[in-house]
């Protein structure tokens, strides 16, 4: 039998296959127009001194009002004995105390409430990852098939699913404060806007409640367990219906894990009825609920009253920033000027 072969039988593995070729444009065979700034003298030093005279006027701007803005801050852990809530610091469950203090003048309204934790990582990576976005978010089948990332979390001894899951929601500071001021011999109570203190875009974006038809939220609820260190379900956080559930501002502002182990978190805004101003000057007793333990892990606790300006609240490293970095450029645009006046004129000498 007569074989025959053509040349389309043989393939040589080393020829180029055209396809594989980039194409012959001025991209992909970099012929592109290219700038490049030449540094001269002249570009230079008005730069660096306009940097530098920026960032100085913007740093003392900073610090200014960081320094007017009015801060008072009580420690009320109760490490020692005559700390405020010494009584409380190794109490099994709930015990009340309270702090008594004095405003000498007027403080500007409208006044923030803080609470403030140390030493305490709310950036430790498998903390900041337990819980359940989409439960969160009001995911019917997320509310009763928790995340993985709630591990530890996410189902109670009797196997049923913890709603909100998670070490985060667990972990929910649930310390509360009473305001009063004296005023002729009786307590009048402050009030405390519990509203408005968590993010837009978590309050109408990213969290949610479930919801399934006409039925009320408890029934929703129906068949979850809390987390173990609540006292109550989520649909217990509040009367107002608009503030329970996931959807409740203290647990949302909670949430919103801080970057650094000592950190500050809003807890109520003073700014209606009679003092919608500000704090008046007098007498002020702080009733407290102490329920937060934070001496197992050295952690201290406070409570901080501050007004604000249009920076924000009370943060004076911003101001120095600027400060040192506004010194910083403007030093060297001196240095550098020195420099080229001193060889400028020795050029000069060469040149006669």
């Given amino acids: 039998m007569e074989m025959r072969s053509t040349s389309s039988d043989f393939r040589n ?85 309270n702090i008594t203090f004095q405003i000498q003048k007027f403080f500007q309204g409208p006044v923030f409430m803080y609470y403030e934790l140390s030493n305490y990582y709310q950036n430790h990576y498998r903390y900041g990852i337990s819980k359940d976005d989409k439960q969160l978010s009001g995911n019917l089948y997320n509310l009763k098939n928790p995340a993985n990332e709630c591990v530890h979390y996410q189902w109670d001894s009797a196997g049923r699913p913890i709603a909100p899951c998670g070490a985060i929601a667990n972990s929910m500071f649930n310390d509360t404060f009473t305001l009063y001021y004296k005023v002729n011999g009786s307590q ?81 805004r003073i700014e209606s009825g009679n003092f919608s101003a500000g704090l008046p000057p007098g007498d002020y007793r702080l009733d407290i609920v102490y329920n937060y333990p934070v001496l197992s892990f050295r952690g201290r606790k406070k409570v901080v009253f501050s007004s604000v300006s249009w920076m924000g609240g ?21 240095l550098l000027l020195i420099v080229f006046i001193k060889y400028q004129e020795k050029n000069n000498d060469d040149d006669l």
Wanted: glycine share 8%.
């Fill in 314 to 334: 009370k943060n004076p490293f911003l101001g120095i920033a600027f400060l040192v970095i506004g010194s910083i450029c403007t030093l060297v645009a001196m």
């Fill in 188 to 268: 009048m109570e402050v009030p405390l806007n519990r509203k408005g203190i968590s993010w837009w875009t978590d309050y109408n974006v990213k969290f949610r409640n479930p919801i399934n038809g006409n039925k009320s939220l408890t029934e929703v609820f129906n068949g979850t367990a809390k987390p173990s260190h609540w006292p109550s379900p989520a649909y217990n956080l509040s009367d107002d219906p608009y503030n329970t559930g996931f959807i409740n501002e203290d647990f949302m502002v909670w949430m919103r894990c801080a970057a650094l182990p000592n950190f500050r978190k809003l807890y109520r």
């Fill in 13 to 97: 593995d080393h020829e180029p296959i055209a396809t594989q070729r980039p194409d012959n444009t001025a991209f992909t065979q970099q012929r592109l127009p290219a700038w490049q700034p030449l540094l001269s003298a002249g570009i230079v030093l008005p730069f660096f001194f306009f940097a530098g005279l920026s960032f100085l006027g913007i740093g003392i701007g900073l610090y200014y009002s960081s320094n007017n803005i009015q801060e008072s801050e009580y420690d009320y852990t109760g490490a020692q004995a005559g700390d405020y809530c010494s009584q409380c610091a190794n109490a099994t469950g709930s015990c009340r105390c």
